[in-house]
């Protein structure tokens, strides 16, 4: 893959492990060692294959899960004595713990934050007070990495192999699918993630549609959300990020 994508907004390896701890309904204190590192290796295959530098920071981890695994799998020391022996999950479990206590209390201020800018927002029309009213009656999370990952997994399952004879001559660039993704997004409010997927036709096309929807997040040129977890991706204009026109400007 040559183009690297640098990402710096995203989440980092204890992130993914709540995200799949989560998405199985997995007890923190009783994690399934090996499910749980499986599911985890894919992941980090998935990252490979995209060229994303955050890797290196989820290797560590891996090689934690797989001492754990290990650890889990020898036998008992006969000679050592009868004592209740650490679980070898504990130190992870009270990482991953405490981790989600801070992350939840990030996630609290961020809304009190979000609550008083939208309390002490400017005045604005009546057809923008309408639109924001229509939009807020639909409360809609933002995708992690992760879910745009499980995305991206699902899509390629979806295709089928490439006939051995089929010449594929375009060539396609995360530039190019830069600009059709805004493109479309000057056409309409929102995309399913799953259909911007549906309009490739091959796997090349469908990561370079994945790199540049990355790319576009980290930019804050579009959002993507959920209206459930673990549901389908909507990918939508960041208004936020957009400037507004002056007054008498076309």
């Not at 891996?62 to 022996?85: F, G």
């Not at 927002?121 to 924001?132: K, L």
């Not at 990561?207 to 997040?217: C, G, N, Q, R, S």
Request: glycine letters at 2%; hydrophobic letters at 45%; charged letters at 35%.
């Amino acid at each position: 893959m040559s183009y690297k994508l640098k990402l710096d907004i995203f989440e980092g390896p204890l992130d993914l492990l709540l995200y799949l701890i989560k998405k199985n309904d997995i007890d923190i204190t009783d994690i399934p060692i090996s499910q749980i590192t499986e599911q985890y290796m894919q992941y980090i295959e998935m990252m490979k294959m995209l060229d994303l530098d955050i890797v290196g920071d989820f290797l560590v981890m891996a090689a934690t899960l797989m001492q754990i695994k290990s650890r889990m799998l020898l036998p008992p020391d006969p000679n050592q004595e009868e004592a209740e022996e650490e679980d070898p999950r504990d130190e992870l479990a009270r990482r991953l713990l405490e981790y989600k206590k801070f992350k939840e209390i990030a996630d609290c201020l961020q809304a009190k934050e979000t609550l008083r800018r939208d309390l002490f927002s400017r005045a604005v029309d009546g057809e923008t007070t309408r639109q924001f009213i229509e939009e807020a009656k639909e409360i809609c999370f933002e995708a992690s990495l992760f879910d745009l990952i499980n995305a991206l997994t699902d899509a390629l399952k979806k295709v089928p192999e490439e006939v051995i004879h089929e010449i594929i001559t375009e060539e396609f660039t995360v530039e190019n699918k830069l600009h059709d993704i805004l493109h479309l997004l000057l056409n309409q409010s929102s995309v399913l993630l799953s259909d911007l997927f549906q309009r490739s036709r091959s796997k090349i096309e469908i990561i370079v549609t994945f790199l540049a929807v990355l790319e576009l997040i980290r930019l804050k040129e579009i959002k993507a959300v959920q209206k459930r977890l673990f549901e389908d991706i909507e990918i939508l204009r960041n208004t936020d990020n957009m400037v507004p026109l002056k007054r008498g400007e076309p």
